[in-house]
């Protein structure tokens, strides 16, 4: 999903709003999220899961076309961890999905 399909999902399931309003709220949420990471903070959204931000120590990895060693710089990367109800839908879905059915 896109996050031009995010506004329109938000849209067609909220008659009052606009696309144009939906395309604001996506927008804003992304935002907020993306401000408070860029801030260090983390983010937990009850049932669906949290944001925060993992360290990265610098490492020596390899190139893997010529096989010499790189030196890889530290980092802060984002990071998601799913929530409980999350992890509990999506594992019950694709377990729908891979089972047989009966005819």
């Given amino acids: 999903m896109t996050r ?3 506004v329109e999902e938000l849209a ?6 606009t696309q144009r ?12 999220i993306n401000d408070a990471l860029v801030h260090g903070h983390r983010i937990e959204i009850r049932g669906f899961g ?3 931000v993992n360290h990265r120590p610098p490492r020596i ?21 799913p929530g409980k109800a999350l992890r509990e839908a999506v594992d019950q879905r694709t377990a729908d999905l891979q089972s047989p059915r009966k005819l």
Avoid: C, M, T, Y
């Fill in 21 to 32: 309003d939906a395309e604001f709220a996506v927008r804003a949420i992304l935002d907020a």
């Fill in 12 to 17: 067609a399931q909220f008659r009052q709003l």
């Fill in 4 to 6: 031009s399909d995010l």
């Fill in 50 to 52: 949290s944001f925060s």
């Fill in 61 to 81: 990895g390899r190139n893997p076309r010529n096989g010499e060693s790189v030196a890889i710089p530290e980092k802060h990367v984002p990071h998601f961890k």
